[in-house]
Every structure is written in C-alpha cells, then in structure tokens.
C-alpha cells in the first residue's frame, strides 16, 4: 500500500457552490439506496452520471438483496465496497468475490449482462452492507467499444495519509501528487474515498479535475465553511485544493473529472446520445447479442 502527504501548499481552495439532497429509490431487487447523481439540477458531475449509495444497514438473516441479472450499455459501472461480501459474474465469464475494500470495475461498451448478488454467508446469517455504485458515462466515440472487466484489490489503491493518521484517503482513480488510482480510463475520472476520524482533516490537490463534489456517505463534514451531512452532495468551485475536516468520524466520496462530452440518452440502464442507439441497444439485448449468464455461472 502507498502513503503519501495530502497536505499541500496553500493554494486557491475550493468553495461550496451548492448542497443537494440524495432522494431515496429502491434499485436492483427491491434494496434502498440514496442516489445522489443525478438530480434535478445537475446531470452529472465531471463524466459521472449516476451515484448511488447503498447502506450501511445490518442485514438480518435471509434478507440481503442484490441485482440480479441486468444489462448495461454504453458506460462503465465502479462500485466500491464498504462493507459486505457480495459476488460478480457476467456475460464476458467473470466471477468474482467482492470483499471490503475493494472495487469492481466494469466497461459495458456496446453492451454486456452482470449480476450482483451477496455472497451465501451473508443471505442466510446476515450482516453489515455499505457500498456506493458509480456509473462513468463513456464518450461518444467509445459506446460500442468492447466491454471488458477487472476486480481491483485493496493492495492496488493507493493510500495516503493526514492529519497525524486521523485521516486517509484511498484514491481510486485520478491523480494526487506522485500517486496514481488504479482505474484509468476516458473522461479524467477523480474517485477518492475519504476516513476522517474526530477532528480529523483532509487537504488535497486533485490533478487536471474541472469538475468535482464531495459526497458524504457518513456522518457530517466541513468543506469551505459549510456543514455537508450524511447522505447531501455538494458541488465545488473551480480551484485547485480541496480541503475536508470532521468533527466526529465520517466517511465520503470525492468525484468529478471532465464534463460530458454531448448531450446523452437515459433508457434505464443504457445510456447513450442519441435515441436510435438506445434503441438498437435494446434490441442487442434482447437478440442475445449482450451474451448470457451460463447456469453454471450461478453463484
């Protein structure tokens, strides 16, 4: 695991421009989640066009859910676990085991058919389930790419420290100094995951980011003079430094990179820039042409 110092030079800081509300849905097969991108006011954040955040809850025996079989098209799903033991298995043949820590990474392209489901253990006794899904919209001249997938372990992400080891930063995609997330692909994409114990604080210079927000998972924090509290997304000035402080233990998420590149096309899970290609990736889908998930694959 990499270290490094997140406290930077004094430099132009980042303010709040706005706070939202997530709006509680229910996703996948019937679990509630808070979904904080997108909103009413905004579409996206940098090339992120969906954030949803399940948990934490204690699940009781026999009741954790997942999502099961489900197509996407036209972007790359990022969920980061918190909490949990939840499986992985598509139509390109991957399965995977997703523990606390880690994150999935998956380019849908021109299209490709996943389940997300808890793992056995935690179906029949229950327990403790946190995580957050992101979806990346993909360029326009990206969206029929080649779906492909990679399970990235905790030993991969790159972990920096501050505040005297009261708070870190595990940094997913993007760049801080010298380190470098392990999810590289179009867009510039910043995911940075943030523990702040009490009066713990953070203060970084994400690289080449034009837009970013700070998500909080847990808890409450302070960016810029303002209190952002758990489950409330709010959307930064232009600058260079962010800096994040707690007065109790907290946890949050910090995204952005570039704009959308076009106006893009929501059908459920397929989102691409122009009706026509939402409808031929509906009938990709249903002609099988997204693959199958093999009985054998059952998890």
Do not use: C
């Not at 904080?36 to 006011?41: E, N």
């Not at 990179?257 to 031929?280: C, K, Q, W």
């Amino acid at each position: 695991m990499s270290n490094g110092n997140l406290n930077t030079a004094d430099t132009s800081a980042r303010t709040v421009r706005s706070v939202h509300d997530a709006f509680l849905t229910l996703e996948g097969d019937g679990f509630e989640v808070r979904r904080a991108i997108p909103s009413q006011q905004y579409e996206a954040v940098g090339p992120f066009i969906f954030l949803d955040h399940f948990g934490p809850i204690d699940v009781k025996p026999g009741e954790a859910k997942g999502a099961s079989a489900h197509p996407h098209a036209g972007i790359e799903t990022l969920t980061l676990l918190l909490d949990g033991i939840s499986w992985h298995k598509d139509s390109l043949g991957n399965i995977s085991s997703m523990r606390p820590g880690e994150v999935q990474w998956l380019r849908a392209g021109r299209g490709v058919i996943h389940d997300e489901s808890p793992d056995e253990e935690m179906r029949r006794n229950g327990g403790r389930f946190h995580g957050v899904q992101l979806w990346i919209n993909m360029p326009m001249s990206s969206k029929h790419d080649e779906p492909t997938y990679r399970h990235i372990q905790v030993s991969e992400i790159p972990e920096l420290e501050a505040n005297g080891g009261n708070a870190r930063t595990r940094l997913v995609a993007g760049r801080v100094g010298q380190q470098v997330g392990p999810v590289v692909t179009t867009g510039a994409p910043f995911v940075a995951h943030s523990t702040l114990l009490r009066g713990g604080a953070i203060a970084l210079t994400p690289e080449g980011v034009d837009e970013l927000a700070v998500y909080v998972m847990v808890g409450s924090v302070t960016v810029g003079g303002r209190h952002i509290h758990a489950g409330q997304l709010a959307r930064l000035s232009v600058g260079k430094e962010i800096r994040v402080s707690a007065e109790a233990e907290a946890e949050i998420l910090l995204v952005g990179g570039d704009p959308l590149d076009a106006p893009i096309h929501r059908y459920g899970p397929f989102v691409m820039n122009s009706t026509a290609d939402l409808e031929r990736a509906v009938r990709d889908y249903h002609s099988g042409r997204m693959g199958f998930l093999r009985p054998t694959e059952a998890v």
